[in-house]
């Protein structure tokens, strides 16, 4: 092989060399001007090119380029199929093998599989500002084709998730899935036309299954742990429906609607206080399934609330009327039966009964007893009653009662002033009365 030995060439136009080599063992040369290389050029040792430019179509590197002046600042090959950039003698960014970003991390986890991964001991943020002077924001977008080509356009369909957010957190071994919000196709899409429905999907306790649980369709309705047709629908822990609309059928602005079940008398919306102080809830408004609306216990009417307004309590049931004589002793009677009905503290009732005593009785006033409420007081009360005799010329009628709180409640049946009749001040006798006759009242008392 034939050797060149020479410390300059020069170009035959130049009044100076193009190539300058290097003397001594060191060697080295400076290029000047411009020199094409047909082939590669191979500097095992380095290229300097602080001063000018180097154009080439490749430029094949061991391992790093380093900025001039800044040698803990540069960009290389670290292994196989991995560009990475360090700034300040740290990784900054990396491109592995499989073409993912990595920011912060030299290696991905397990469990991340996105092209851009950002993480790190340190706070870990995705930051996008716009400054422009207008309403504009800056947009994270999202966007979905059933077109298995990039760039290519085909129509996605009904319940396809377009978009997807997820929260995962790490369970020892690995990462799981805690909560997410899906954006989904909600119906049939078409040219301009694409329905959609966000869904907020959260994991149960001791799971690992996102589940739905609320939903805003594309109608703008808010649908809260079940599907249907409501504005508002809540799914309550026992077996039970509360379902909170608009009103669809304009009889009502706004609709609140309980369904357990049969049983219409539990509470439909409804709320507690704590006046007791002992922590435990106690009812301060309630709206019932059978559309009465109670204030701390009671039913209020056209909005009040003071206590001389307040029905606090109503009953219907059946009662027992019995009779004693005027020394107390109990008359034999048969047929007996009673009704009443108790608005807050007016009780309305009435009975029937047929006599069946052949025993000799003390012939004064009788007394009806076994009420179901006691009186609050001994006093006269309106009421009206028939004894039945069997003819005009002994029925006898009267047209009020004296109640007494004696015995838990009894009454006397006070005579009208007629022909048949005691004196005006006398009660139906044992002696007005025979047996086999029968005995009608109603009357009305407070408790």
């Known amino acids: 092989m034939s050797t060149l030995k020479t410390t300059n060439l ?31 050029l191979v500097a095992n040792g380095g290229v300097d090119a602080s001063a000018t430019t180097v154009t080439a179509n ?29 700034t300040a003698g740290s990784e900054a960014v990396r491109i592995d093998s499989s073409q993912r970003l990595l920011v912060g991390h030299t290696s991905s986890h397990a469990d991340l599989h996105g092209k ?21 924001p800056p947009y994270i977008n999202l966007f979905k084709s ?11 369909q009904a319940d396809d998730t377009v978009g997807y957010i997820s929260a995962a957190g790490n369970d020892g071994s690995g990462f799981h899935s805690a909560a997410g919000i899906a954006f989904r196709i909600d119906g049939t899409p078409g040219d301009n036309d694409m329905p959609g429905r966000i869904d907020f999907e959260t994991v ?10 609320l939903t805003i369709s594309s109608g703008g309705i808010i649908k809260c742990g079940t599907s ?21 059928d304009n009889n009502n602005g706004f609709e609140v609607y309980q369904q357990h079940g049969s049983t219409a008398t539990r509470n439909t919306f409804a709320a507690y206080d704590n006046r007791g102080g002992s922590g435990a809830k106690q009812l301060a408004f309630a709206v019932r399934g059978d559309g009465l609306t109670v204030h701390q216990g009671a039913i209020c009417m056209n909005s009040e609330t003071s206590a001389a307004n307040q029905l606090d309590d109503y009953e219907e049931g059946s009662w027992t009327p019995l009779v004693h004589d005027a020394a107390g002793s109990n008359i034999s009677i048969t047929g007996n039966t009673g009704n009443y009905t108790k608005i807050g503290n007016f009780v309305n ?12 009785k003390n012939g004064g006033a009788m007394w009806f007893h076994g009420l179901p409420f006691t009186p609050n007081a001994n006093y006269k009360s309106s009421g009206n ?12 009628t009267g047209g009020g009662v004296y109640v007494s709180t004696s015995g838990s409640g009894k009454y006397l049946l006070k005579q009208c002033v007629n022909s048949n009749a005691q004196p005006s001040d006398d009660y139906l006798r044992w002696n007005d009365v025979s047996n086999s006759r029968y005995v009608y009242c109603t009357a009305f008392y407070r408790v």
């Open 116 to 136: 851009i991964q950002i993480a790190g001991a340190a706070s870990q943020s995705l930051d996008v500002a716009r400054y422009t002077a207008n309403a504009h």
């Open 58 to 86: 490749q430029v094949t590197l061991s391992t790093w380029a380093v900025h001039s002046g800044d040698t803990n600042t540069k960009f290389g090959f670290e292994g196989p199929d991995t560009i990475t950039a360090e």
């Open 349 to 360: 009732l009435s009975f029937e009964l047929q006599f069946d005593e052949t025993g000799s």
């Open 204 to 213: 149960s306790d001791d799971g690992t299954t996102l589940t739905n649980r």
């Open 228 to 248: 249907g047709t409501l504005k508002a629908e809540i799914n309550n822990a026992v077996s039970g429906h509360q379902f909170i609309s608009q009103c669809s």
């Open 146 to 156: 059933r077109n298995a080509s990039t760039g290519g356009n085909t129509v996605v």
């Open 10 to 40: 020069q170009n035959a136009d130049a009044s100076s060399a193009n190539i300058v080599l290097g003397q001594g063992s060191g060697g080295g040369a400076t290029i000047a001007g411009v020199t094409t290389v047909t082939g590669s």
């Open 385 to 396: 009653w028939w004894y039945d005799g069997g003819g005009t010329s002994v029925d006898k």
